[in-house]
């Protein structure tokens, strides 16, 4: 007894591991994939597999889960939060940065290769919009529904106004102006939950942000199609926006309500191997957006939301795993955005990118700071705020994406979003860094 | 369309038989307890299949390979947890010398009949056919299935002793299972042409660094693990992660995912200091990678291109017949000899004593193993056959009185 008792507390005295130790598990790491795909291509007369691909595919998901979770965990010894480490391992790994560098042979993963985790990138949406959904408690929205309207509505008049007006003297175009400038006020709900759930207690500034997020990230879809529907049909360029409004707006949150009742039928009548049950729900949640075109994130919010919402006892176990599950769902999607991340058009337009991420912090300081006083917040929340709203990543990637559809093969669209993705990478990358900066700075008693 | 809406139905399947409703009605029929849920679901598997509705095949299988590759691993780490010092002192004499005495004659039996089907087969098959047939044979003979519980309720402790007993031995011989069958596919392998080589030493080479690059992952993961301090969700994404990277190097190097998991599970069983959430995470997967292994079974097996002509079904038939009545005449024989001296401790005549008739359901997730390694469509084949095999040796253990030995025949009725 008085052995374990010393166990016990010798186990809760070891230090954790230091930044050594995890740099170099990640060299580890990475040394043995590529030491064991050099064995593979060099060594002759062993045996090969007749499943080639799909042991690339496992073998780069083990790299990425693994591999993010380190570099997230060695990048908080220096304070910084883990999905920075997430994304500039995505980054280092990823092809844009060594095509960027002349090297491409270097990168661990293949643009094709980047293709092959497409699937578990979609999933990993999926699973980020149940959680966040889940999060979002009904009776805390409904009391600081005032201060999550006004926040949202005073940073997307600002952004929108203010980058408006930097856009229009870079592309001398209003169209492009608006298109880019109604992008620019959407921040990320992915990396809003990851941080909120990084912390043991979300405290109501945290969870403040998640709201106001998804919110603001709503009502911006529907915007930035009607700005695309009405850019579409002035310049005749296409008439796939207004197909596509209804089905990713309407569909995708009247996709979400309807499937919360057949889930809390299913979660009444299954009460054991809830991970099978997790995952079968969200591959479903990627069919069915798959099918009716409609937008998995969305889909996904409004599912947890929903199902929360009318069944809180009989969905807590379901949202429990979906919890769990969370961590290496984050890490795959995280590194790969960061893969995903162009460094070529980064750099190739970073004048541009920097005035218009600039003005985009400023405004979305202003906007957030004056909503946050007119909305009567405490002042560390007023102060703070505008970090919050920093981050960019898969819900503008995905509008940035829609331009290409909307007009294609038009030269300009190519450009704007080559502009737009880079802006949403720094974006990114310094994001994170701030809102846990944030997060940090303003007490639960605010 | 027409595949998501597939990939659809699929999912509301998975769902609805996770669901009460299909547990209940698996309790109104008893054969069922002793079939167990995993014929259900390759029964299922074999109807979606190439061969029958067609739904997997081609482009659908190629999506989900992935996950076949992590669900054998899995399967490995489950088995190989059970490597443990405490757990291996623990096995009595008596055990040791069953096990020793089915892994022998099994092993004899295989070699013949391994020897003997590629001789009848293929007259000019090199050496690397009978090795390959051997190790699949071995993975047909050796063992048996541990559940002992849907046979009959352990009357007394004697029986309790038996079912134990039984338990014990088909976890033992599972690794002995795995080593042999990984070794076999290890050493005869298809080359690039599709022609089946006898490579030792490229084989083993592989072997080698499949083993080194799965211990320096074990380590790792073992160590990030103390760390973690028994959270769930790091210890998902550690298992997770960890899964694939063994799946994957697997694969580079033309392994079996099961050894790999082996080697894994074996490290964290051999392990001081008890990783408790890991263990949880891993054991309670075990009815999901099982019902998954046999769902990818039914979609691969292949029934034997002979079988399509009448003479060669009835030769097809015929082996099957022989190779389950001789697990129905060998298997109760083995234990007899093996536990004579234990015979006042140890219940011979409980139900858990007809246990061993039935084949291991491991073999199937073994001879899977091979399938997807194999290019010429053999292995499926042989899949198909340790199937009808399989429910062969269930239904004589339905049936007590077919070749039992006397002391077995008294509690026939029981």
Known sequence: MI????????????????????????ACLVGLIVLARELHATVVGIPTSDLPAA?????????????????????????????????????????????????????????????????????????????????????????????????????VTVIVATVGCVAYWFFRSPAHAVIFATLAATCSSAVSVALLREMRHPTAFARLLLATTVTKDLVLVVAFSVVLFTVATTTN?????????????????????????????????????????????????????????????????????TARAIAPVGSASFFATARRLFLPVCCV??????????????????????????????????????????????AAMQRWAWAGFVPQAGISLALAAQVLIAFPGQAWARNLVAIMIACITLNEVIGPILMRIALRRVPDSA | MTSSLIWLALGSIILVAGSRWVQRAR???????????????????????????????????????????????????????????????????????????????????????????????????????????????????????????????HTDAAATRMGVLVQAGAGVLAICTVVI????????????????????????????????????????????????????????????????????????????????????????????????????????????????????????????????????????GAIVIMLALARRVLK?????????RDCQTVALDSPAARAPVRQAPLTIIVLLAFAIQDTSGLANQLLALAVLVSLLSVAFTLVPRIAEPAHLRGSGSA
């Open chain 1, 3 to 26: 052995a374990q008792a010393r166990q016990e507390a010798k186990a809760r005295r070891r230090p954790r591991f230091g930044a050594l130790f995890l740099a170099v598990a990640l």
């Open chain 1, 55 to 155: 042991g690339e595919t496992t073998l780069l998901l083990g790299l990425v889960i693994l591999g993010s979770w380190l570099a997230g965990r060695l990048v908080r010894k220096i304070a910084l939060p883990p999905i920075t480490g997430q994304l500039l391992f995505g980054m280092l790994i990823g092809p844009g940065l060594w095509e960027w560098l002349r090297r491409p042979e270097l990168a661990l993963i293949t643009p094709a290769q980047l293709t092959s985790l497409h699937g578990a990138e979609v999933l990993a949406v999926v699973m980020i919009g149940l959680v966040a959904g889940s999060e979002i408690d009904s009776s805390f929205v409904r009391a600081r529904l005032r201060a999550i309207v006004m926040l949202a509505l005073g940073q």
């Open chain 1, 237 to 305: 360029a296409g008439g796939h926006a207004w197909h596509w409004i209804v089905l990713h707006v309407a569909g995708s949150v009247g996709i979400g309500c309807l499937l919360a009742i057949p889930l809390r039928l299913a979660l009444r009548q299954i009460e054991e191997r809830m991970i099978a049950v997790v995952l079968v729900v969200a591959v479903l949640i990627v069919i069915l957006c798959e099918i009716t075109d409609t937008a998995p994130l969305i889909t996904a919010l409004t599912l947890g939301y």
């Open chain 1, 333 to 378: 999607f995280f590194a790969a955005a960061g893969a995903h991340i162009e460094c070529a058009a980064l750099f190739a337009n970073w004048g541009v990118v920097l005035a218009l991420s600039s003005s985009r912090l400023v405004a979305v300081w202003i906007g957030a700071t004056v909503a946050a006083r007119a909305a009567g917040l405490p």
């Open chain 2, 27 to 153: 309790r109104m029929f008893p054969a069922m307890r002793v079939l167990g849920g995993g014929w259900a679901i390759l029964a299922f598997g074999v109807l979606v299949g190439p061969g029958v509705f067609g739904v997997f095949d081609g482009e659908r299988l190629l999506q989900v390979q992935p996950i076949l590759l992590i669900l054998l691993t899995w399967a490995g780490i489950v088995i190989g947890m059970q490597c443990r010092v405490r757990l291996f002192r623990a096995i009595p004499p008596a055990l040791w010398r069953w096990v020793s005495l089915d892994l022998c004659v099994s092993l004899m039996l295989s070699v013949v009949a391994g020897g003997l089907v590629a001789r009848i087969w293929q007259p000019d098959s090199p050496a690397a056919a009978h090795i390959l047939l051997t190790g699949t044979f071995a993975a047909v003979a050796i063992g048996w299935n541990p559940e002992s519980r849907s046979l009959g309720a």
């Open chain 2, 181 to 316: 069958s990984s070794l076999a596919l290890q050493c005869a392998f298809q080359d690039s042409n599709g022609n089946v080589i006898f490579a030792p030493y490229g084989g083993l080479l592989a072997l080698m660094m499949e083993i080194g690059a799965v211990a320096v992952v074990a380590l790792g993961a073992r160590e990030i693990l103390r760390d973690t301090r028994e959270d769930d969700a790091r210890t998902t994404l550690i298992v997770i992660g960890t899964l694939c990277i063994l799946s994957g190097i697997t694969v580079l190097f033309g392994g079996s995912g099961l050894l790999a998991g082996l080697i894994f599970g074996a490290s964290i069983g051999l392990s001081r200091r008890r990783l408790r959430a890991l263990e949880h995470f891993i054991s309670s997967a075990e009815p999901i990678v099982a019902s998954g292994c046999f769902f990818f079974a039914g979609i691969t097996l292949a029934l034997p291109t002979a079988s399509f002509t009448l003479i060669g079904a009835l030769a097809v």
């Open chain 2, 332 to 340: 109760p024989l083995i234990m007899t000899l093996a536990l004579a």
